[in-house]
Structures are given as C-alpha cells and as structure tokens.
C-alpha cells in the first residue's frame, strides 16, 4: 500500500468519525438511538460516495463498496427466500411442528399433486433443491442437471402458454381498433383538436398510428422476405416506429436515473449534511 | 443417463403444464409447480452463496490478488446471513417478520444495500449522459427521430416543458410539449412497444417449444 493511500484512508477514518460524532450529537434529542442511528447515516454517505468515486476513476473506495454490495446483497436474498420461501409456505406444508417452532401457521394441502399423498409431494422440490446443491461439488456436480431441467421444463411448459396468451393474441387483439371513430361530421372533425376531450382527430390518429405502426414494425421484424418495394417500405415505417419507441424508452430511463440521483443528493445533503431543509 | 434424463425431465414437466391448461381438474397444477419452482429457486440463491464463498475464500487463501476486497465480501456476506437466518436484532423474534420496521436485517438494507443499490444505478446517469451526446447526433434520419422522441418525452416531464408551450391555445393543446409526449407514449410509442412483445412472445412459444422437444439443449452444457 503507497504512502498516498494510507494519509487517504487515515483522513477518511478522522472524516468518518467527525462526522458519527456530529451526526449522532445532531439526533441526540430526536431518537434514543442515535449513537447507532448515527453511524448508520454516515456509513450510508460514505457507500454513497465511495460509489460515487467511480466517476473520477477505479479506485479502492469503490472497490470497497462493490465488494461489499455483492456480499450483502447475497445474503440478503437468501435470508429473504429461506424465511419467505420455505418458512413462509414450504414448512407450514410439510410439518406441524416445524411449524410450532417457526411459529408459522400450518397449512392444510390446497395444491397437493393427486397422484402422491399431500405431504410427500412437497419433499419433491426439497431432494431437487438438495440435488441441485450438488453443483458444487465436483464429481456428484452432474446431478444437478435433473433440478435444472425441472426448472427449465416449467419454465417452459408455463410461459408457453402465457406469452402465447398476454404477448401475443392479447396484443394482436387490441391492435384491431376502429379507424373511423365517433363520427360527428367534417366540421367537429377539424374544431375540435383538443386532447383531453378526446378529439375525433386525435383518437382516430392514435389508432391508426398504432394500426400501422405494429404492421410496419412486424414487417420490419420479419426476415423471410427481402425488405424491397412496398415491403421495403412498409419495413422503413417500422424503423420509425421503432426509433420513436427507443427514444422513448431512452428518455424513460434517462428519467429514471436522473431522479435515483437526485434521491441519492438530497440523502446526502439533507439526512447526512442538513444542508437544506 | 446425464443427458436422457434431464430431457425427459423437461419434456415430462414442460408436457404436463401445457396439457393441464386444457383439463380443469390439473389447472391447479400450474400453482403446485410454481411454488416447487420458487422453493428450488431459494435453494439456487444458497448454491450461489455458496459459490460466492468458494470463489472468494479461495482468492482469500491464496492471497490472490485484491484478496482484501473478497474479504470485504464475505464479512458482508456473512454479517448479512447470520442477522437474516437468525433474526438477531429483530424487536419480534421468531415469529415476526424479517423485514420488521426496526429490525437489524431491515437497517442493514435500508443503510447498506439501499445507498449501495440506487447509488450504482444513479451512476448511470452520467454515463447516460454522455451516450446521450453520442446517440443524440441528428446523423440521419433513424436518429434524428429517436432524437426528437427522446427529446420530446425529456422535455414533456419536466416543467419546464410545460412552460415552453403553455402559449398553445386549450384547442391545439395536443401541440403543448406534457402532452404530446402523452401521445407519443400512447401512440407511436404503444405501437413500437406491441411489435416487439409480439415478438417477443413469438420468440418465447418457439424456443419452449424447441427445449421440450430436446432441440435446444444448451442449458444442458456441452456434450462431453
């Protein structure tokens, strides 16, 4: 370790410690806790900046904070999945006194396969689960195919029938809207272009653009036939549609990010700095 | 037997949802192998905790390279699993929730996992930012519109947005900024993104149906 670093890591500690002391003294008369309280706080605006550090380069503040993410996050979600997962609806199933012991209402069978009694179907998943711990080990490793292929045949059995049914006839269904709405006349047709009273102008436009904007972007989509001529064409409306849609989506997700940082700046200069108000 | 088996798993499986979708007494069967899936789906998060461990106690006993970060990781690691499994810290004990308001699992989410979470995404804005700069060149048509889209839903969510067009008449208020990008949203937008589900869910079917019959096998691994 250089020099450098060390008078880095020696100031940031003094930074760290000011800052507990101070923060903690600033909730001394709000919270019983505020000695915990506040080392949280400055822990939490020290992760931010250190991943914040990034910006100016790669360096070990952030290093520190992305090894320290990958650790905890971890573990949360294996916490999360064992106490939800199995003590919430594995356990209650399975065994009345386990579930005296996590104090967890027990469950008579509602979902019980037919052909095994109620409690030995649901040790299924618990050998595949076991078999699939398997993968670590390096000879039994192979074993763990028969979970995974449990996975990957429900996960197609289910899906096949759902995108089937919400991502494609539901879509294709709701494309064929009517092109002449409402029809109250050339003169309404030209006056009334207002968009929150639903304008005969604009409804007919929305639906006509979504009409030929899904045709034109399945045409684009559809790789059998040479995009020339009026397919050609019909492909070139899809880029456009497709080009609006990414815009969107961009500016969407532009959107998100700015309003995550800007969460993350007035943690930092509000719970942290007390800056503004 | 490493490769029959797991196909006629999958077939089997993946057979049997499709099929009880047509028969009513089997319909709950989808609810029964949806909770055999999360309750694998915990074991899994265990397998890669457990890998996670192998892979960093190894850079730890090796004194690999940047073995001081992995062992950031696993003190986090088990820092996180220890007050989870055991709900240490929880005002509720056994019985409550894990999640408990004042809990330690809970404040170690909110001041760890939350600060480190949003923050890593937050980043992103910057570098967004100067994608931005790169994708927002009008060099031809396909970009100037994506340009003008992007641009147009941007300006439409701030107020400032508001205020460049609220001069609009109330009956060409389809032309003010806020609701233009409304109807692009609703419009074009709808449209693009319904292409792309059909898609999608066309994708999906096809490539199901590929991995029951056993044509795709990749999940598999390679033939040895």
């Given at each position: 370790?250089?020099?450098?670093?060390?008078?880095?890591?020696?100031?940031?500690?003094?930074?760290?410690?000011?800052?507990?002391?101070?923060?903690?003294?600033?909730?001394?008369?709000?919270?019983?806790?505020?000695?915990?309280?506040?080392?949280?706080?400055?822990?939490?605006?020290?992760?931010?900046?250190?991943?914040?550090?990034?910006?100016?380069?790669?360096?070990?503040?952030?290093?520190?904070?992305?090894?320290?993410?990958?650790?905890?996050?971890?573990?949360?979600?294996m916490?999360?999945g064992?106490?939800?997962?199995?003590?919430?609806?594995l356990?209650?199933?399975?065994?009345?006194?386990?579930?005296?012991?996590?104090?967890?209402?027990?469950?008579?069978?509602?979902?019980?396969l037919?052909i095994l009694?109620?409690?030995v179907s649901y040790f299924i998943p618990v050998v595949l689960g076991i078999l699939l711990l398997m993968r670590l080990s390096k000879k039994a490793g192979w074993i763990s195919s028969w979970p995974l292929a449990f996975i990957v045949g429900t996960t197609a059995g289910l899906n096949l029938?759902?995108?089937?049914?919400?991502?494609?006839?539901?879509?294709?269904?709701?494309?064929?809207?009517?092109?002449?709405?409402?029809?109250?006349?050339?003169?309404?047709?030209?006056?009334?272009?207002?968009?929150?009273?639903?304008?005969?102008?604009?409804?007919?436009?929305?639906?006509?653009?979504?009409?030929?904007?899904?045709?034109?972007?399945?045409?684009?989509?559809?790789?059998?036939?040479?995009?020339?001529?009026?397919?050609?064409?019909?492909?070139?409306?899809?880029?456009?549609?497709?080009?609006?849609?990414?815009?969107?989506?961009?500016?969407?997700?532009?959107?998100?990010?700015?309003?995550?940082?800007?969460?993350?700046?007035?943690?930092?200069?509000?719970?942290?700095?007390?800056?503004?108000? | 037997m490493r490769r029959q088996v797991p196909l006629i798993i999958t077939f089997f499986i993946g057979a049997l949802l499709v099929i009880s979708?047509?028969?009513?007494?089997?319909?709950?069967l989808?609810?029964t192998f949806t909770l055999y899936f999360d309750i694998i789906a915990v074991f899994a998060f265990f397998l890669g905790g457990g890998n996670l461990l192998r892979v960093?106690?190894g850079?730890?006993?090796?004194?690999?390279?940047?073995?001081?970060?992995?062992?950031?990781?696993?003190?986090?690691?088990?820092?996180?699993?220890?007050?989870?499994?055991?709900?240490?810290?929880?005002?509720?004990?056994?019985?409550?929730?894990?999640?408990?308001?004042?809990?330690?699992?809970?404040?170690?989410?909110?001041?760890?996992?939350?600060?480190?979470?949003?923050?890593?995404?937050?980043?992103?804005?910057?570098?967004?930012?100067?994608?931005?700069?790169?994708?927002?060149?009008?060099?031809?048509?396909?970009?100037?519109?994506?340009?003008?889209?992007?641009?147009?839903?941007?300006?439409?969510?701030?107020?400032?947005?508001?205020?460049?067009?609220?001069?609009?008449?109330?009956?060409?208020?389809?032309?003010?900024?806020?609701?233009?990008?409304?109807?692009?949203?609703?419009?074009?937008?709808?449209?693009?993104?319904?292409?792309?589900?059909?898609?999608?869910?066309?994708?999906v079917v096809s490539m199901s149906i590929r991995i029951l019959l056993g044509i795709e096998r990749s999940y598999l691994g390679e033939d040895k």
């Amino acid at each position: 370790m250089s020099r450098t670093m060390i008078i880095l890591l020696a100031l940031v500690a003094i930074v760290f410690a000011v800052s507990w002391a101070a923060k903690s003294a600033s909730l001394d008369d709000q919270y019983d806790d505020y000695i915990s309280r506040g080392f949280l706080i400055t822990l939490a605006a020290f992760l931010t900046l250190s991943i914040l550090s990034f910006l100016y380069k790669d360096n070990p503040f952030y290093k520190f904070a992305e090894h320290l993410f990958v650790g905890v996050s971890a573990a949360y979600w294996m916490s999360l999945g064992f106490w939800s997962t199995i003590v919430g609806n594995l356990i209650p199933r399975l065994s009345v006194t386990l579930s005296a012991f996590f104090k967890v209402p027990h469950i008579e069978d509602e979902y019980a396969l037919y052909i095994l009694p109620d409690k030995v179907s649901y040790f299924i998943p618990v050998v595949l689960g076991i078999l699939l711990l398997m993968r670590l080990s390096k000879k039994a490793g192979w074993i763990s195919s028969w979970p995974l292929a449990f996975i990957v045949g429900t996960t197609a059995g289910l899906n096949l029938v759902r995108y089937l049914r919400s991502d494609f006839i539901e879509q294709v269904s709701s494309t064929f809207v009517p092109l002449l709405v409402d029809w109250q006349g050339t003169g309404r047709f030209f006056s009334d272009f207002n968009l929150y009273a639903y304008g005969q102008f604009v409804t007919m436009l929305g639906n006509w653009v979504i009409f030929i904007g899904v045709l034109c972007g399945l045409v684009y989509f559809f790789f059998s036939k040479e995009h020339k001529g009026i397919f050609g064409g019909a492909s070139r409306v899809g880029i456009w549609v497709l080009m609006i849609t990414f815009g969107a989506s961009f500016g969407y997700t532009v959107m998100g990010r700015i309003s995550l940082l800007v969460g993350r700046l007035t943690f930092l200069f509000h719970d942290w700095l007390e800056l503004i108000g | 037997m490493r490769r029959q088996v797991p196909l006629i798993i999958t077939f089997f499986i993946g057979a049997l949802l499709v099929i009880s979708v047509f028969i009513p007494p089997m319909v709950s069967l989808k609810e029964t192998f949806t909770l055999y899936f999360d309750i694998i789906a915990v074991f899994a998060f265990f397998l890669g905790g457990g890998n996670l461990l192998r892979v960093h106690l190894g850079k730890l006993y090796g004194k690999k390279q940047d073995w001081g970060f992995s062992l950031v990781t696993v003190a986090g690691f088990a820092m996180m699993l220890i007050v989870g499994l055991f709900k240490i810290g929880n005002p509720g004990g056994i019985a409550a929730s894990i999640t408990a308001e004042g809990s330690l699992f809970q404040k170690l989410f909110e001041y760890i996992m939350v600060p480190l979470g949003s923050t890593m995404y937050a980043l992103l804005a910057f570098f967004v930012a100067s994608a931005s700069y790169r994708a927002f060149r009008a060099k031809n048509r396909e970009a100037t519109i994506l340009l003008i889209g992007a641009f147009i839903i941007l300006l439409g969510r701030t107020p400032f947005g508001m205020m460049l067009t609220s001069w609009i008449p109330e009956q060409l208020s389809i032309l003010q900024i806020p609701n233009l990008a409304i109807w692009i949203m609703n419009g074009p937008n709808l449209a693009g993104q319904r292409a792309i589900m059909i898609g999608i869910g066309l994708g999906v079917v096809s490539m199901s149906i590929r991995i029951l019959l056993g044509i795709e096998r990749s999940y598999l691994g390679e033939d040895k």
